[in-house]
């Protein structure tokens, strides 16, 4: 795991690389929300999809709404990168828009789109 720490609109924010899959279930959510505060001092954080376990957009399973839960406990605000037009689920779909229309949680196309939506939120 890598942690880019920038820092944009006066908020440090956190981008959070890798080659395998980072977060697999609540656990490691909150591992890596205490290792990105120790190491980056934020609360804001970018992740690609492909850092989650792909069940992570399997509503079902109910592991995002568990994952997420974790980051809003502890106020930190994320957002998860990437091409999401290849899921088919509505109710994922829906779970997206209303999570881009909240505060806390962002699914963005891109690390700079994210940047700037971390970077405006208060």
């Known amino acids: 795991m ?9 908020k440090n924010i956190a981008i959070v690389s890798g080659s395998e899959v ?3 279930d609540v656990q490691s959510a909150l591992d ?12 804001r954080i970018v992740l690609n999809k492909s850092l989650l376990n792909e069940s992570f957009f399997d509503l079902k399973t109910r592991l ?3 994952i997420l839960q974790k980051f809003i ?10 091409d999401f037009s290849v899921y088919t689920s509505k109710s994922l779909k829906d779970f997206i828009y ?3 229309n909240g505060n806390d949680i962002f ?6 789109q994210a940047i700037e939506k971390l970077s405006q939120v208060k």
């Not at 890598?2 to 006066?10: H, R």
């Not at 406990?73 to 990437?82: E, H, T």
């Not at 699914?107 to 700079?112: A, V």
């Open 73 to 82: 406990n502890y106020r930190v605000k994320v957002a998860i990168v990437g």
């Open 22 to 24: 980072l977060i697999e």
């Open 64 to 66: 995002a709404g568990e």
């Open 32 to 43: 890596l929300i205490a290792t990105v505060h120790y190491q980056a001092d934020s609360e």
């Open 107 to 112: 699914f963005l196309p891109t690390e700079e």
């Open 98 to 100: 209303e999570s881009n």
């Open 2 to 10: 890598n942690i880019t720490k920038v820092e944009a609109g006066g």
